[in-house]
């Protein structure tokens, strides 16, 4: 199957070449980790790199303070954004009495926004605030699924971002969420040390020890020859 390149320097080598065209892969981790900054980059490199546009969906961050954070680095967001190969979208906040015909508007609205700019690339940042909208675990759980069939019916290459609780064997916030994604990949941060693990990758023989990595002036940066040792997490 065709392979997209993350655009992370380092990532690829541990993954066959990069994620599954039109995957769902979660990248979670603890508060600090890099988890916005990797979906970022993904989103970001994919229309610098390879010419492909990009949808980042923010249930938190509005999209004045995304793009700002984006221009931190060396990334010639503005110019990519003009030629609309990049598009920030914030949903509102959702009642939950009111959940299923707003969740429907939403979905609808991403799938315009799809069809209008040709997108091949997509970000949920985060599935953690999309749970908090829910009245229950179950309808949580529900609701993830119907996303996720949802953006594979899109052709989308996606990423969701999700906190871990619960130590570094914890991969999401609600326990469903690596379940229904093609790809976990985890970030943790004990400083100094930064380090990602691929915990799963459907259809990829995938490289199985963590490894340290970076968050430079140009992002982040995956050292692939280098080691940690689990003791050393978190």
Do not use: C
Request: charged share 30%.
């Amino acid at each position: 199957m065709a392979r997209v390149p993350t655009g992370i320097p380092g990532l690829d080598e541990l993954i066959q070449g990069g994620l599954l065209e039109k995957s769902t892969v979660l990248v979670s981790g603890g508060a600090g980790t890099g988890k916005t900054i990797f979906s970022m980059q993904f989103f970001y490199k994919g229309a610098e790199e390879y010419d492909e546009p990009g949808i980042y969906i923010s249930m938190e961050e509005g999209a004045t303070n995304l793009w700002w954070n984006m221009k931190n680095f060396r990334w010639r967001v503005t110019e990519l954004e003009r030629k609309n190969l990049l598009q920030i979208y914030k949903v509102g906040t959702i009642d939950p009495s009111k959940f299923k015909n707003k969740f429907e508007e939403e979905v609808n609205t991403i799938k315009d926004m799809v069809d209008d700019m040709g997108a091949k690339r997509l970000v949920i940042d985060s599935t953690t605030a999309f749970g908090m909208w829910m009245e229950s675990e179950s309808q949580t759980r529900y609701s993830l699924f119907k996303l996720n069939d949802a953006l594979k019916e899109m052709d989308l290459t996606t990423i969701m971002t999700s906190e871990a609780i619960g130590g570094k064997k914890s991969f999401s916030r609600f326990g469903v969420e690596e379940f229904i994604t093609d790809g976990v990949i985890r970030l943790y941060f004990k400083p100094p040390t930064r380090a990602l693990f691929v915990r799963k990758m459907r259809g990829t023989d995938h490289d199985k020890k963590p490894h340290p990595f970076k968050i430079t002036n140009e992002g982040v940066v995956v050292n692939a020859k280098q080691e940690i040792l689990w003791e050393s997490l978190e």
